[in-house]
């Protein structure tokens, strides 16, 4: 029977049973030396890493220095300093925004753009016989960064840098009335439109160019005699897609828009659903009720809109601009007021007497409001006047006769009193005279407490 092996930790070769001796463990001096070593070979490579570093970094910037490719991309420092024009293009007025794509680009009055030929130091235009002769002019779309920096001076080459290429199998990317010539140092661009939003360009915004093109062709920005003209752009906006313009709201709003077109009250929303119930369907009907019950209006809007957000949409509304139309009620008690579009009072008579709008007392001012809650709740009954009449002396031009109007009839003066006979007579001092208010908005309408109407002026 063969003994048990114990096992002491050490190797044995099992293919020379023989063999018994045993490996020997390394002295202490002999580890030590080992890590001194290489200690001493860590410090070097730390010290000489840096050196190898610098060398490699030279040699490789040295060789890219030298290639085609990097010597393209590589930017100048600083831009190369563009030639001083003796003239420059300018827009007379900005683009009016939003724009949309499709839609006909126009100035901020709803006006075609305009470019004029303005010295380049003063700004100003000049005398006819100052001017250079006719010039052809291409108009370009430009990225919204070009000149970031904020320079007054570039020079063509520049400029063609920031020209936008359209998309891919895209139209021109500007299309319309592109090549324009000037003369008498103006010109009028009647078409002109984008094909595509800007939501693809790096800045998302696009600018409009022109540009002088030289009979001999080229972008140098020459004029026919060698003079410099410095091109024009406009500033930076964003192109939105034309479906967008199904929701756009419009600056200002007309009285035949539908109430959607203001401010903070979205298209089928929850502010429309309530407006449209309330029989408020058009811009008109908003600021009629804004005018005589705008508590009542703040009511049908609800807590859900926020003060801020009611200044918002009362302000667009305001912006409204008024006809000229007057119209007439007449009450069944001998009284006939004159209103506008929006009721603005211009003119009240009772009994065939005219009241002077800025001495009410407070007793007249409650008939009057009375009366003008009783015309704004029958106001699809309303007749246009059929007459001018005086307002401050003076019969207005600007009021337009309804040449098939029909006469309205007031009732003669009665011989019992000229208030309602629901109005309970109280005595007021001889200077108990209401002072005229401040307006409170744009109509200029004045507020009485608990009650809102307006005064001419």
Request: charged fraction near 25%; charge should be negative.
């Amino acid at each position: 029977m063969a003994a048990k092996r114990l096992h002491d930790g050490y190797d044995h070769d099992g293919d020379h049973p023989d063999d018994k001796r045993m490996r020997r463990l390394p002295s202490f001096s002999t580890v030590i030396r080992e890590a001194m070593m290489q200690k001493h070979m860590q410090n070097l490579f730390m010290l000489i890493e840096p050196l190898l570093r610098r060398v490699v970094q030279e040699e490789l910037q040295a060789g890219l220095m030298q290639s085609p490719r990097y010597m393209d991309r590589s930017p100048p420092a600083t831009p190369p300093a563009a030639e001083r024009p003796a003239w420059k293009l300018a827009f007379r007025s900005p683009p009016q925004l939003p724009i949309f794509t499709g839609s006909k680009i126009e100035d901020a009055g709803g006006n075609p753009l305009e470019i004029v030929l303005v010295d380049a130091d003063t700004g100003a235009r000049a005398s006819p016989s100052a001017l250079p002769a006719a010039l052809r002019v291409e108009l370009v779309p430009l990225f919204g960064d070009f000149l970031a920096d904020g320079r007054e001076h570039w020079s063509p080459e520049e400029f063609q840098k920031g020209v936008v290429k359209e998309r891919e199998g895209k139209r021109p990317l500007l299309t319309g009335e592109v090549a324009i010539t000037v003369r008498d140092g103006r010109a009028t661009v009647s078409e002109l439109q984008f094909t595509d939003n800007s939501s693809w360009v790096r800045c998302r915004k696009f600018r409009i160019g022109a540009r002088v093109v030289p009979v001999g062709g080229g972008h140098d920005g020459a004029a026919a005699a060698g003079v410099r003209v410095q091109e024009a752009m406009t500033e930076a906006f964003v192109v939105r897609d034309h479906r967008g313009e199904l929701y756009r709201k419009h600056y200002p709003p007309m009285f035949n828009d539908d109430v959607w077109r203001l401010e903070k009250i979205g298209k089928e929303g929850a502010f429309h659903r309530k407006l449209r119930r309330n029989n408020v369907g058009n811009v008109q009907e908003f600021v009629r009720m804004l005018v005589v019950k705008p508590d009542e209006l703040r009511g049908i809007l609800g807590d859900g809109m926020t003060d801020r957000m009611w200044e918002a949409t009362t302000s667009h509304a305001r912006t409204c601009v008024p006809d000229d139309k007057v119209y007439v009620y007449a009450t069944a008690h001998g009284g006939a007021i004159y209103v506008n579009s929006v009721f603005t009072v211009l003119r009240v008579e009772i009994g065939g007497v005219e009241l002077p709008l800025h001495q009410l007392n407070r007793a007249q001012t409650m008939v009057v409001q009375q009366m003008v809650l009783e015309a704004y709740e029958n106001r699809h009954s309303l007749q246009e006047a059929a007459e001018a009449f005086m307002i401050h002396g003076h019969a207005p031009n600007n009021v337009p006769l309804l040449q098939n109007a029909a006469h309205v009839a007031v009732p003669p003066p009665a011989e019992t009193p000229i208030w309602y006979q629901t109005t309970p007579e109280i005595e007021f001092p001889v200077d108990d005279v209401v002072p005229i208010p401040q307006p409170n908005n744009n109509f200029g309408g004045y507020q009485w407490s608990g009650q809102v109407f307006h005064m001419p002026g």
